[in-house]
């Protein structure tokens, strides 16, 4: 379908629908939560019935997302012990090694049939490369090395990968010199590395991260002609500047890319963590980031409404036939996927990969600039809701995609946004409004005295859910470079006391601010998070 | 995955559509009785609390575990007995009716210690007890003799004298006439000594500090004197018609302060007065331009006599006037509240109730929306719209009411009457009739101390005891937000 995935250029009726849906969702939440303030001061009551019926609804979501958590980790578990080079080494045949853990065995069963019912037959891992874009703004060596090194270190054969260093040319020289250094100090070890200098302010660009990634793919996409290298038998992977992959990353998504049936129609996500220097971050930047991966490992359960989101990999030839990254959107990572599954018609999925990928938190180098770096990233995430409009209209415009999917996937993304923005003022304030602004007249009901006793009923379940939390966050961290790991991972259970003030800060109203600046029409310019200062006060600390 | 995201998902909805219905019917009172005659049902709820708390709680037949404070509830609707048991305290018992989806709070419970005893707190004979100052602290006159009067401070339980020790030039004077404010701990004493008089200002926080001579601020005699609580420094003063302002710190009068008044108000340190032409006229306290005006409704004006009137401004624009036969007017339709026999208005310390007294009857002023709305247009112009003040009655006495005081946090009235002191609980307290405390002597003068929960009281003796009804606070007073302002 040929839609411009852009807000840039529009008339008329398109326009207007575009704007009508960048207005919606901050409108909608503004609504739930005067309405919620209406209601409490007017109709206690009613308000109190209205939080008894959301906080059940909460209950029921957080047992569920709960659920789908345990079991998303016990196959992130199980295929860590994965030995993917060697499954590699073993395609096209599809039997899995005998000492092979049993789920992972179960899963590889699953793909294999799903490629076998397709009609399909597993691709030559031999045949594929990876092209690794790395955009860079305002990072320097210290924080895009160790993910470079990480390439190196990759158990699959570098010789197959080309890595560009796509590096802003409004960069400081400190930041160009030391991505020249990088590729002086690498560049052997690999097919390609080279540093795609994108230029200045491009026509129909903005200051995007997708706008410089674009620039690197299009060198990438010249690089692999001229090697001759089918765009279908290449995958690219657009990873945030601190990305850290495990040494079997590549083989993990050779082997996915080679099973996985009409494999150009797909994306490919691995489970974010933020273990680059989590154990330094302080204790709420902690919770949130863990936080974060454990929504991307519940996500990881449900394929088939699955976006993409941050570090990730995808077909070449489909980022080539999309016509790359928006170049004048922020929320680059889930736009290429939605712009995919327009350009597709729905023929496009993401396909989960229980692998890890690591950041790094945002720490700076003091509190305050931590919490607020922390609240801009969480922003920008929010941010993702441009994308509401661009889709919205694109299921407007598309005939293709079935009316199911397309209400399926409104209703999710409107209910995400709705929810992001306003659940965290639910639990943390509206439950308490009805008895706060109560009057004579609801002080003398039986609801003023039993709306607490059942809230404070739910709010115990959901402590359940708070301590399975604490569990796997404990098993997902890594070992604390401490030596006494105990006292550490007893801290970090207590923070997730936290919880409720990060819900509010740090999800709720960073999501609120971002609908309603594109309510009102206030673009945000992309914001790059001050990562690596945990590591930079590691390094101070050492020495 | 796929099948077990489905299958959770209809357990989940259905988990839901059963859950969220029933734990609103249930917060709504709702509740399934076994039995034919029962099925759903909606209850209601009892709120119960005492002072001291850990009390037995009985509801009918039914013994409860719980002790107070508790919250009774899935109460069929109906009357019953409430009883509460504590061992040291009187045993308490209330009707209480349940009613469907309400909640009947009675939180307020004030358990009587069993066996109640008085203790003397000043064992010679008084005269007269002036309970208003600082409600912390009481006043003993004796013989009306300046140098016989004691201070009990109800606080820490101590007495001193009046006057500071060492020789007072007035120790010998007569009292003759003494202001006092509820609220403030300031005392006006006008004395007299061999021909001599004078007008004394008694700070009774400081027990050292000799009292002010100020009789050169009243160059003639005042008919009433007042002054705000919280500014103390500067009083009122009322000779006929005409308002003076005295500040006390500058020794100046500043006369004239309001135009001619037929009646005068001090509220939250603004003096309001009421003109000859019904006009009443919020005063700045510089005698500046009146800042604002308000005219009295025509029909209201009709209905005021010549006398003077006690102004009475409440919250939300209403505005109360009484005269000398104790008619109650209101700026608000039917414009008369009571046609004579009011006493007093007294409000609460939180100044949310207020309550009237007559000769043998207590009740509480309630603002209420007026049903009849052909009125209102006229109302509009006339008068507050769509409001009515009347006079819930709480209890009619066979006996003349001498003195009245709120008590425990305003749930309780005090009051005494033919030589015996009676407690009246009102709603949250429980309600029912009044209790007997304590016999007194027949002047009635009594006060009470809601920091240590004793009631001080003249004997028939006319000596002072005390009895303890309440457990003392044991919070630490904090200053009130006004006050640290200032």
Known sequence: MSIAYSRSGLEGADARWQRFFEILPGLSSWTVLFGMMAVGLLFPQTAAALVIAFNLYWLLRLAHS???????????????????????????????????????????????RALHAAGESALDPARVYHVVIIPIAKETADVVEPGLRSLVEQDFPTDRMIVLLAVEARASGQVRADADALVATYRNRFLDLRVALHPEDLPGEARVKGANATYAARLAARLLRERGIPFDHATASCFDADTVVPPHYFSCLTYHYCLEPRRTRASFQPIPVYHNNIWQAPGFARVLEVGSSFFQLIEATNPDMLVTFSSHSMSFQALDEVGYWPVDMISDDSAIFWKSYLHYESDYRVVPMYTTL?????????????????????????????????????????????????????????????????????????????????????????????????????????????????????????????????????????????????????????????????????????????????????????? | MKALRRALFYIFLVLYLAAAPTAILYALGYIYKPGSEHGLVQSGLVSIASTPDDALVFLGDSRYTRRTPAVLRDLLPGTYVLRLAREGSDAWQTLVEVKPERATLIDRVLLLPAGRATRIVHDAPIDALVDDPGEERLLLVHRKRLGDARVYDAGDRTIRPLLAAGDSPWADATVTRLWTVRGSPCALVHATARGDSAYLWFDLDDEDEPPLDITRLFP??????????????????????????????????????????????????????????????????????????????????????????????????????????????????????????????????????????????????????????????????????????????????????????????????????????????????????????????RDGAFAFSERTGDVVFLQADRRVAAMNLLPPRSLIPLPSLEEEAE
């Open chain 2, 220 to 441: 003639e005699p005042p008919d009433d004197v007042r002054w705000d609580p919280r500014a103390d420094d500067e009083l009122y003063t009322r000779v006929g018609e005409r308002t003076h302002r005295l500040d006390l710190d500058a020794m100046a009068i500043f006369p004239d302060l309001a135009p001619p008044a037929r009646g005068v108000a001090l509220n939250r340190k603004r003096l309001y007065a009421l003109t000859g032409s019904n006009t009443l006229v919020r005063v700045e306290r510089d005698g500046d331009a009146p800042e604002s005006n308000y005219t009295i409704p025509a029909e209201l004006a009709k209905r005021l006599d010549d006398g003077a009137h006690h102004l009475h401004p409440l919250p939300d624009d209403v505005l109360l006037l009484r005269n000398e036969d104790g008619a109650l007017l209101a700026n608000t339709p039917p414009w008369v509240v009571l046609p004579r026999g009011v006493r007093a208005l007294l409000p609460d310390t939180e100044e949310e109730q207020w309550l009237v007294t007559t000769e043998r009857a207590l009740g509480l002023l309630e603002v209420v929306e007026r049903e009849d709305d052909n009125e209102e247009e006229d109302d509009e112009e006339e008068g507050k719209k769509g409001t009515e003040i009347r006079v819930r009655w709480l209890h009619e006495h066979p006996h003349p009411i001498q003195r009245v005081a709120w008590m425990h946090d305003n749930t309780h009235l005090l009051f005494s009457s033919e030589g015996r002191i009676w407690l009246l609980a009102l709603e949250r307290g429980g309600g029912g009739p009044p209790r007997e405390i304590a016999t007194l002597h």
């Open chain 1, 66 to 112: 709960t659920i789908f958590l345990v079991l998303s980790y016990a196959l992130l578990r199980a295929e860590r012990r994965t030995a993917w080079r060697e499954r590699l080494g073993r395609l096209p045949l599809l039997d899995p090694a005998p000492d092979e853990p049993r789920p992972s065995r179960w899963l590889h069963r699953q793909r294999a």
């Open chain 1, 358 to 543: 690591s950041m790094d938190v945002v720490a700076d180098t003091d509190w305050i600039k931590t919490l607020r770096g922390l609240y801009k990233q969480k922003r920008r995430w929010a941010w993702g809701v441009e994308n509401f409009p661009l889709i919205a209209r694109g299921f407007l415009a598309s005939r293709r995609i079935p009316l199911r999917e397309k209400c399926a996937h409104m209703l999710k993304m409107f209910e995400g946004h709705l929810a992001w923005a306003t659940w965290g003022f639910m639990l943390t304030i509206f439950n308490w409004l009805p008895a706060l602004y109560a009057g004579r007249e609801f002080s003398n009901t039986v609801m003023y005295f039993t709306a607490p006793r059942i809230s404070g009923l739910i709010f115990n379940l959901a402590g359940l859910a708070l301590v399975i939390t604490i569990i796997m966050s404990q098993l997902l961290l890594p070992r604390p470079p401490t030596r006494r790991p105990l006292l550490l991972r007893l801290r970090h259970a207590l923070e997730w006391l936290l919880v409720p003030f990060i819900t509010l800060f740090f999800s709720a109203i960073p999501a609120l601010d971002a609908q309603t600046r594109l309510m009102l029409g206030m673009r945000m310019e992309f914001w790059v998070a001050g990562k690596g200062g945990g590591k930079k006060e590691e390094v101070t600390g050492n020495q």
